[in-house]
């Protein structure tokens, strides 16, 4: 592998002019949810799950916004057995969600049969839906949503870091200008 390119692949996905405009459009619903006081409800598998979780902690502590994942084994499993794995997230929709809330959903593929159901079922319950992919731009779960936030790369790392990095992005944007501003 050459690390060069590698890294410069970060680079020129990170340097997309799209990029921020979409970035903003979400830090824009994730503030009407703030106002309201509803929350940011976050799912994924795997490492998308991980940084589901992550964020959930980000938006609440450092954003200033109710979040929670859906990652924790007992609500997988229960609701995985009760109406089966594909369906899992979209019953925890059924318990979890209200009005107003913004449900974010990761998936490097977009593939993911229990991600797209979910963002489906979300659509019906009137809920606000940002998806995370990559790989092919037109993916399921990307048309499933509101708004896509799409990777332009097939490496599951590059997708699910650069997904890290644009999430983490959208927390900071809900802070204070001043804390984003070392020299203030």
Known sequence: ????????????????????????????????????????????NGASASIASHLATD??????VRAMAF???NLITALGNDCGYEHWI?????????QNDVLILIS????????????????QLGLYVAAFT??????????????????ESHSYNIVECTHMIWLTAVV???????????SA
């Open 108 to 123: 490097s593929s977009g593939q993911s049969p229990n991600v797209v159901n979910a963002a489906r079922h979300a659509k």
């Open 90 to 98: 979209a019953r925890a929709l059924d318990l979890y969600a209200d």
């Open 59 to 64: 938006f609440s502590k450092q954003g200033g």
């Open 1 to 44: 592998m050459n690390l060069q390119h590698y890294l410069a692949e970060y680079s020129r996905l990170l340097a997309d002019p799209a990029i921020p405009a979409l970035l903003r459009r979400l830090e824009a619903r994730v503030v009407v949810a703030r106002a309201a006081g509803s929350k940011i409800l976050l799912a994924g």
């Open 172 to 182: 900071d944007l809900l802070r204070a200008p001043t804390d984003l501003d070392p």
């Open 134 to 151: 990559g790989f092919a731009r037109d993916n399921p779960l990307g048309a499933a949503a509101d708004l896509n936030l799409w990777v």
């Open 71 to 73: 990652n924790d084994a």
